[in-house]
């Protein structure tokens, strides 16, 4: 099978290319410019590795990664281990052994105190794409509307869902969660962006919440459901000791999730608090 290209220069009639249908750039030898070099932080281990700006990054551990999403994450779970990093300049391929550096980078809206401890390698990609003319997005026929807002929601409960799995495997560590406190302060600095981003955010906090309350704890409403089912399999009510001892379990893992996002929202103003009782030490 051959694809026909019609290719028309300036004052010219239209050439006939006749090139092999492989169905792919990659079987035409062409790599698509997901994740192009735009800058690299001097000092950085990129800069070390010899990585330069325009430079195109093709893969990782001999593992083709198709965005800049998916580098970051595997440079951020990488625990600072070293990676073998496949790049592209002027033609042709190398691989680079890099380790990514501990860094402490600002947290939601750069509210102090948030910072979150990542692993990075010093770069940063360029969007490599004309742009084009550009319009606003506003769906109001509610018939159109709603599935995209559905589809929007399952996309962001999928997201704290692989979150919630990162931080039960201890990738993530329990220290970044936020409790009253540091929700407060999200939802201000939010605001101060704009209404839009402060619903935005109102959203993104409700779906955390729901995802909460749905967790196979006895005193929430997951639990619950959970208790519903196993009297539903067995069918019969299980024991009200039974259920007594369940709750107690589950009243005591609810507190001890609360008083852990207290306690972080507390430490990271415990510094500011100390100043405040004694400003003239």
């Known amino acids: 099978m051959l694809d ?95 380790a990514p550096e501990e860094r402490l980078v600002p947290g939601p809206f750069d509210i102090e105190g948030m910072e979150e401890k990542t692993y990075l390698i010093g770069i940063t990609h360029a969007l490599p794409t004309l742009q084009g003319s550009t319009e606003l997005d506003r769906e109001r026929n509610p018939l159109v509307a709603f599935p995209r807002a559905v589809e929007k929601t399952i996309a962001l409960t999928a997201m704290y869902l692989r979150g919630l799995g990162k931080l039960a495997t201890g990738e993530v560590g329990a220290d970044k969660l936020t409790g009253p406190i540091g929700i407060a302060e999200i939802a201000h600095e939010s605001l101060r962006l704009g209404w839009l981003a402060y619903v935005h955010t109102m959203v993104l906090i409700s779906i955390n919440l729901a995802i909460i309350n749905l967790l196979p704890i006895p005193i929430l409403d997951g639990g619950q459901a959970l208790i519903y089912m196993v009297e539903g399999i067995k069918r019969a009510p299980i024991s009200l000791r039974t259920r007594e001892i369940v709750q107690s379990v589950g009243l005591t893992m609810v507190l001890m999730l609360m008083g852990l996002a207290f306690w972080n929202d507390l430490s990271r103003h415990w510094n500011k608090f100390v100043e405040w009782l004694t400003p003239g030490l």
Do not use: K, M, N, W
């Open 4 to 98: 026909v290209v019609l290719l028309r220069g300036h004052d010219t009639d239209p050439i006939e290319l006749e090139i092999p249908a492989t169905g792919s750039l990659e079987a035409l030898g062409l790599v698509p410019a997901t994740i192009l070099v735009s800058l690299v932080s001097e000092g950085s281990p990129a800069e070390a590795a010899g990585l330069e700006t325009g430079d195109l990054i093709l893969a990782v551990d001999s593992e083709p990664v198709g965005s800049f999403a998916t580098f970051a994450e595997i440079v951020r779970s990488s625990e600072g281990r070293t990676l073998q990093i496949t790049y592209a300049r002027a033609g042709e391929t190398a691989t680079v052994p890099i």
